[in-house]
């Protein structure tokens, strides 16, 4: 994959925000050697991290039902966001809703074509 496309990597996963979060300042900061990086500002949806010559290493999370869609992003850090997405747990979707059925007293639809404009 071209690093172009890899700049900006995202998944789902079955684990909540704060803990993804929590999950890549460890997976980064405890590295050694060239790639790790620090936490330089963090809210409760967002983790930026600095790395090795000033390279920045950014995380941002959404809550989606049953899981949290995780971005990703870095211009020199690309092989290392993939790992750190790569050991995040299996995000399983929800079964879709039941339909509700019509109420009994609910008048059909009119399927009549519309007549054709003079």
Known sequence: MASS??????TNTALDGATVLSAATDFFTNRNGIYSAFVEKSGPTYVAMRGQGGEDVVFGVAEIPGGTHVTGSSYLFDQQIARFLSTLPAYVAPPPAPELPAPADAPLADATPAAPAA
Do not use: G, L, V
Request: net charge neutral.
């Open 5 to 10: 496309i890899r700049t900006q990597q995202e």
